[in-house]
């Protein structure tokens, strides 16, 4: 070859090896410097993630600050199936469950475990295909959590749902105690498993006495399905006062690693919770648990299931206890779309003789008669023209206060008539029927009111047919009378207060209006007092030691198709205690008892039920006797009860 032909290839050669090593070179110092920092995150694959510290709910606490509802935590444990069927997981795994077997295992430091557990996996990866391995590793998962799961082996492993490969986040346990999930999650951590499950932290609201006021507490949603509902009020007071017990969550921002564990100890940004404030109720839990367990006994005797027991305050509005029927747990929730029916405020019913109060205090407000007044009630029946009114017992002539205490149908008309429609639904609209009385409830009821004009319909209005009531609003209309003339909204919250105690809000006493005057309602106590007397339709009702006041009422069912369920009745009985300046009201409805042991009227179901309540809340509020009341004579004739 020329020379000078072999020297010119010689030094293209050289040129050309030093311009590529120039140039890999130049990458290289490209990589190792300027991209260093990028691959060295990206081989470590530490990721900022934002967590959220979830805010705990307030408590719930009745008028005493005993406790009604609070959070507990708990956890959710989920299968992650990415990380279930990772080789090198799986591989690790299966290494653990074979060296802990090893006489080594327990003389062998942290480091060394490590470094054995490295070395016999990659072993293992070499030894076994894939699928095996990973078959394998669920397997061993399966054998290690059964038993602590409480669990069949064939249970858990149809729970994973290894099947459904388009899903690859699966719940294994809904609700776990914080000490199960410890406990299961050390035995992940021990069995190098740590990476398959996932624990989630949650607050579970839990009810003290779940089936006492479950209507008027409500509840929060608690399908661990959807995180979402865990923090939300779905009815009563629950959902009522939301706002102010929910809280509002934080969170923190934290580098971790692809497997989840913590790559820098200080997280880098950190905002706390707001906890949520607490609500204090004006029920009185002791006075709660005796409706609830007198309204039971009362519908065991009578053969109801049906009904509900208002207590309130008079002077004030609260209510100190509301019992209704049928009821469920607020734990479990169980029956809750046919039991969740609150009877005390959603169920209406014509009130029959306890709506007599409208025009006997109407007429004496008006001072067009006096107590002593006297109306002749006829015999068995009044009727003129088209309106026939009929009656219980042939009275003849009454006073004012023997046509409430023999609860007279043609008396009740006659003062009506004396009073005159326009005034009489004045009084009615007055006294707060036809309206929602406002309490902080879902799904009230205002009732049925209608000024029909016709003459028949007001003749019924009058003795408490052809008008719908609840509860509620009846209890209201005779607080009214109690606490000398005045209505008071119903009030079931007392305060919201912070975690230390302090008070944020107060709710204080709402007077909506004045509907008789205080000399009227002193009138009208007297007059109810007569009603719970010997000689009155409420004698069962009679509590030893006090004079109480009261009103029975009977009516027959209406039949939803038209018509009335021909012996089927609501009975009921609104009343108070002490008589002369009452302490509280009680009102007790009954709905279509079934015994045959007594005559199904208000006087010999419904007051008897109150005499019991009246006389356990009496002791439990500590109230002085007012007088001394005869032992009562079984042998003496019981007066017409028949309202």
């Not at 019924?460 to 719908?468: E, L, P, T």
Request: proline share 5%; aromatic share 6%; hydrophobic share 40%.
């Amino acid at each position: 070859m020329n020379p000078v032909v072999f020297n010119r290839r010689c030094v293209f050669l050289c040129l050309a090896f030093v311009v590529g090593l120039s140039a890999l070179s130049a990458r290289l110092i490209y990589l190792q410097v300027v991209r260093a920092k990028d691959y060295a995150e990206k081989s470590n694959r530490v990721s900022v993630r934002k967590e959220t510290l979830k805010a705990v709910r307030g408590c719930i606490v009745d008028a005493n600050n005993q406790l009604i509802a609070r959070n507990i935590p708990r956890a959710r444990m989920a299968l992650d199936k990415n990380l279930l069927t990772d080789i090198r997981l799986a591989t690790l795994s299966l290494a653990n469950r074979e060296l802990r077997e090893t006489p080594e295992w327990a003389s062998w430091d942290q480091k060394t475990r490590h470094r054995k557990l490295k070395k016999r996996a990659a072993q293992l990866k070499n030894e076994m295909p894939a699928d095996v391995i990973v078959e394998k590793h669920i397997a061993n998962v399966v054998q290690i959590f059964a038993r602590p799961l409480g669990m069949t082996p064939a249970a858990l492993r149809a729970s994973m749902k290894l099947e459904k490969e388009n899903q690859m986040y699966v719940v294994i346990r809904k609700d776990l105690a914080e000490d199960e999930a410890e406990n299961l999650k050390k035995l992940a951590r021990d069995r190098s498993i740590v990476h398959a499950f996932v624990f989630e932290e949650l607050q579970k609201r839990w009810y003290v006495m779940p089936k006492n006021a479950a209507h008027i507490i409500g509840f929060v949603g608690q399908d661990l399905e959807d995180d979402s509902d865990l923090v939300m009020g779905r009815a009563g007071l629950e959902k009522v006062m939301d706002p102010y017990m929910s809280g509002k969550d934080g969170y923190v921002m934290n580098h971790r690693d692809r497997y989840d564990h913590l790559a820098v100890a200080k997280p880098q940004e950190m905002v706390p919770p707001r906890h949520g404030l607490n609500v204090q109720l004006t029920l009185d839990m002791g006075i709660q648990s005796i409706l609830e367990e007198e309204l039971d006994a009362g519908l065991a005797e009578y053969q109801a299931e049906k009904g509900t027991i208002i207590l309130m305050d008079p002077h004030t509005g609260d209510i100190l206890g509301m019992a209704s029927r049928p009821t469920f747990d607020l734990n479990t929730r169980e029956n809750i779309k046919e039991n969740g029916y609150d009877f005390a405020t959603q169920a209406i019913y014509e009130p029959g003789s306890t709506f007599k109060i409208i025009a006997t205090a109407g007429a004496l407000d008006q001072g067009l008669v006096n107590p002593s007044t006297q109306v002749f009630c006829h015999y068995a029946h009044y009727q003129v023209g088209s309106v026939r009114v009929p009656d219980h017992h042939p009275y003849g002539m009454l006073s004012i206060e023997q046509v409430l205490a023999k609860s007279s149908n043609i008396g009740a008309y006659k003062i009506a008539l004396q009073l005159g429609r326009p005034q009489f639904f004045n009084y009615l609209h007055k006294f707060g029927f036809g309206k929602q009385t406002k309490i902080k409830m879902a799904g009230e009821s205002a009732g049925v009111v209608r000024n029909t004009g016709n003459p028949t319909d007001f003749s019924r209005n009058s003795y408490g047919y052809a008008v719908s009531v609840t509860p509620l609003q009846v209890a209201c209309a005779y607080s009214a009378i109690a606490n000398g003339g005045t209505l008071m909204e119903p009030k079931l919250l007392k305060s919201v207060m912070a975690n230390n105690g302090a008070i944020i809000k107060r709710y204080k006493p709402v007077k909506v209006r004045r509907v008789i005057k205080q000399s009227t309602a002193e009138k009208m106590r007297r007059a109810l007092a007569t009603v719970v007397d010997i000689k009155g339709t409420a004698r069962r009702a009679m509590v030893e030691g006090f004079i109480a006041a009261g009103k029975t009422g009977t009516t027959v069912k209406i039949d939803p198709e038209g018509g009335y369920l021909q012996g089927r009745y609501t009975v009921s009985f609104a009343g108070m205690m002490p008589a002369e300046n009452p302490a509280f009201v009680c009102v007790v409805v009954v709905d279509d008892p079934q015994t045959t042991e007594v005559k199904r009227y208000g006087g010999t179901i419904a007051a008897p039920i109150f005499s019991k309540v009246a006389t356990r809340v009496a002791k439990h509020m500590s109230l002085e006797p007012t007088e001394p009341i005869e032992p009562k004579d079984a042998s003496q004739p019981l007066a017409h009860a028949s309202n």
